[in-house]
């Protein structure tokens, strides 16, 4: 069975503003459904049953649009991070309590194309406190921020750019609860300060995805993912068409 999914979707969105100051991210109509709906509906297909989404601020929007998750076939429940945004580390930190040992983690901005069957495998294949997915970036799609070699990744680091830096995180972590023991003393803190701890003690492994993923965290973004989505959806039923 797979496991449970973390929707991080709290921030603030401050590169769409002022689009974001009164709708959240999530929420923003993207080829004619609220973008949110894409990312469940696609999660539903990859057979995962179970998701948590962490918001914060403008939360209730998203509450009320998603609800339980029944109208999608999912199980969906809400940890908001309160008055204060906890970074995106805190706020998985915080939603726990509603998950089970081991849990993917996803951007609530995100559009992953890779098959999480075939990630999850590898995560038990390879055990670990945590998985990242890396993709051979180039500096292409942002800036890449990791050095992968011989299958593992060597540095992580979103601050301090290298020249040998070609990957960037793709966006779909699976960690473990017990990797969050090294932050009990935190209450805010941003994922990748938690995947540096689990780096340096030899327990990430790394997948390899060789499709590039879609976001829309930026205006330039959300028009290409735009453009994606619709252009699978005419695929799709074109494909119906001719069966």
Known sequence: MMPSVVIIAGGAATRLRPVTETVPKALLMVAGKPFIAHQLLLLRKN??????????????????????????????TFSVDGEKLLGTGGAVKKALPLLEEEFFVMYGDSYLTVH??????????????????????????????????????????KKNKMEEMDYIDYGLGILKKTAFDAMAAKEIFDLSELYQDIISKKQMSAYEVSERFYEIGSLSGLAETERYILGRNLSSRWSKARE
């Open 116 to 157: 999480f069957n075939d990630v999850y495998d590898y995560f038990r294949a390879y055990s670990g406190m945590g998985l990242m997915t890396v993709f051979k970036n180039r500096n292409t799609r942002g800036n890449s921020n990791i050095v992968f070699k011989g299958g593992k990744i060597i540095t992580y680091d």
């Open 47 to 76: 057979g995962i049953k179970k998701i948590v989404i962490c918001s914060g601020r403008l939360s209730k929007q998203i509450e009320d649009f998603v609800s339980d998750g029944s109208e999608f076939g999912l199980s969906v």
